[in-house]
């Protein structure tokens, strides 16, 4: 777990490529004729439909192949993640978890990053929430648009239906500390934009099951704001 926390700190503090940089095997005459070829939804969308027949199998092969571009890899590992990674018997999943936690470490796509952070804990909640869970609440902050909005749909996902004070502590805490850094920032703030409109969305659903009483631990600029 304590290489995990590194891996983590490098995934969310480290270098990515250019985002609107793509990999060769992931342009084709299509999306450039379309105009999908400047549109990382499009292209991600178009590979997941693509890969939506293939068998788990396959789809391993393509997320443990190095040479796999990035968007092809984040498709088969959405597909991976929405048909097969709730029917992984437990004594599969130490290889799974192997293959996408290599993957995790060697690919510098946020788009790869968010989905293999979201299967994990898909795979093994107890094990992956806290450390995926922060790493996906850091990836709302990335300036890809897409990136965001992948994170936070994965963060809504993940915390639908659950009412376990644990988890919702650990969505609480992070929050908290993330906040408290902007303050200074939010104090000047009336109409929260997008990400922070999120961001308060997921804190009201921890401070539901934890209490009203956590109130009193956040700055009062974001309680201005709820």
Known sequence: ???LYFLLLFLTLGPTNPLWAQDKDDINQADITSGAIFDDKALL???TRKYTDASR?????MIADDS?????CTAAVRVFKEKYANKVL????PKILRILIRRLSRSDSPFVQVEIMHTLIVLDRYQYFESMV????QK???YNPVVSTMAYEDLLETTKGSLYSRE???VFETLRKTLFLSRNRLKNITTPNQNLRQKLDLLRWAIRILGTQELKRLPSEVINLL
């Open 1 to 3: 777990m304590k290489n």
């Open 45 to 47: 969308e178009g590979y």
């Open 57 to 61: 199998d396959i789809l391993l092969a």
């Open 68 to 72: 796999l571009g990035s968007y092809k």
């Open 90 to 93: 437990s004594k599969e999943k």
């Open 134 to 137: 922060h790493a996906l609440i």
């Open 140 to 142: 709302m902050d990335h």
């Open 168 to 170: 919702a502590r650990i």
